[in-house]
């Protein structure tokens, strides 16, 4: 039986256990790609909404690699409005073992305590994958009614709470505590009923800041339990450099930095604290730079009115070309049906996703004034892809240099625009460019 209820709550942990086997890294051997509901419906997403973006991904996206389609936060909330949390009024769906449900006034396939197995048929029918967003932690709603946890003899919800390390902005659920019986039940359940679903992706918000290694652990114990290679996103950032080992010994991405929205300042920093995970990108467990927020993003959003994009097109070549050469996951934020012709060819540009795909030894050459340089190269093909950013606030025009026998170039090279295709000449010695501020480019170098 479902239980919809009012409360408030929240999550947390601490822990260590033995490290996992690794083969789970062999479900994201490339970076994933796919849309998420949060900038454009933050929590109040509905049915025929996801159902729209999965039907333009199966059209336009899907053979350029994008597959994910990701439900963000509170679907479980049946009266939640954007732009507010928290409220006294929260209307919970949840289960009688304390785990919760697809609220059936907005994912209406839901019905007869089914989940979100029917969405997730429809979208696997489309040739996608499905997956949800998640809080750490325990509801609240369970623990007050001391709900049992599926898989144990008598251990209810109250038993393996905790007050410690709660969530600061989100006040749904409690702390897990690591070390208490039935803790590592509770979640088994949670992921035993994901896999049942149809669940390829789960995105567990509230572990990186501060990191909570324990739970971490329990969740990818879960997840290896439930038998079904579900992804694993841990968000949000900034993740501390420090436990990288730890993190990409149990997850496939994790956030790097705080939400990334349609301000200069947000690509700027993302820049910054890139330096810091060069090292980490590797196949299965990839940095990640948050979402894309570009096309038609706020329609119901949590930051800001229903708009496009407020970066300027130079801005958004700029963003793309970080990601995509850093190789960070790719998930859109825009409402796809809304994009326009220039958002679409953002996705869609064949070179520029093979390099993504495909290239390795990621690396930044230099950042001196504002002025960046990051390449990388693809061993298949023998080419060298190099991106030149000016990301100074005011500083415009700039020029950017590079000597080629960085790239390890002694003779003369062809230079092309990846984004335009356009062969720029043979060029000996150095290659460079004059960027306005906030502009970039990138390249294919070929010997």
């Known amino acids: 039986m479902l239980i919809a209820i009012a409360v408030y709550g929240f999550t947390s942990t601490v822990c260590a256990q033995s490290s996992p086997d690794l083969k789970f890294r062999n479900w994201a051997l490339t970076p994933p790609m796919g849309w998420n509901s949060w900038d454009c419906y933050g929590p109040t997403v509905m049915e025929g909404e996801v159902k729209a973006n999965a039907d333009y991904m199966s059209k336009y996206l899907k053979k350029s690699g994008w597959e994910y389609i990701i439900v963000d936060i509170r679907w479980y909330i049946e009266n939640d409005k954007a732009g507010g949390y928290n409220e006294t009024d929260a209307r919970y769906v949840i289960d009688k073992y304390g785990r919760y449900q697809p609220a059936v006034n907005r994912f209406p396939s839901a019905k007869g305590e089914k989940g979100f197995k029917e969405l997730a048929d429809y979208i696997h029918g489309k040739g996608l994958k499905f997956g949800i967003h998640i809080m750490r932690g325990i509801p609240i709603l369970a623990v007050d009614q001391k709900l049992p946890i599926k898989g144990t003899s008598g251990i209810t919800a109250d038993q393996i709470f905790s007050k410690e390390l709660l969530c600061d902005w989100l006040h749904d659920n409690y702390t897990v505590d690591v070390d208490k019986p039935g803790a590592q039940e509770y979640y088994n359940s949670l992921f035993d009923m994901y896999a049942d679903w149809g669940v390829d992706f789960v995105k567990v918000d509230d572990l990186s800041r501060p990191y909570h290694k324990g739970e971490i652990e329990l969740i990818r114990k879960a997840i290896d339990h439930c038998g079904r290679p579900i ?217």
């Open 231 to 447: 992804v694993l996103s841990s968000s949000p950032g900034e993740t501390p450099v420090e436990f990288a080992e730890h993190i990409r010994t149990h997850a496939n991405m994790w956030r790097m930095v705080d939400d990334v929205w349609d301000e200069w300042g947000h690509i700027y920093r993302l820049m910054n604290v890139c330096q810091k995970w060069y090292p980490y990108i590797t196949p299965g467990s990839w940095p990640d730079c948050d979402m894309i927020p570009l096309g038609r993003i706020a329609v119901r959003g949590e930051r800001g009115a229903d708009r496009m994009t407020r970066l300027t097109k130079d801005e958004q070549y700029t963003l793309m070309n970080l990601f995509m050469i850093f190789r960070s996951p790719l998930f859109f934020g825009g409402n796809l049906p809304s994009n326009d012709e220039f958002t679409l060819s953002l996705l869609t540009n064949k070179e520029v996703l093979r390099m993504h795909r495909e290239s390795t030894d990621v690396h930044q050459l230099f950042r001196k004034d504002d002025k960046v340089a990051i390449t990388s190269r693809n061993l298949r093909t023998g080419d060298i892809y190099l991106a030149l950013f000016n990301m100074s606030k005011n500083v415009s025009p700039a020029e950017i240099k590079i000597d080629l026998k960085e790239l390890g170039i002694q003779a003369s090279c062809t230079v092309t625009d990846m984004w335009s295709g356009k062969k720029l000449g043979t060029f000996t010695n150095s290659f460079g460019s004059s960027f306005e501020a906030h502009a970039s480019g990138l390249y294919k170098i070929c010997k």
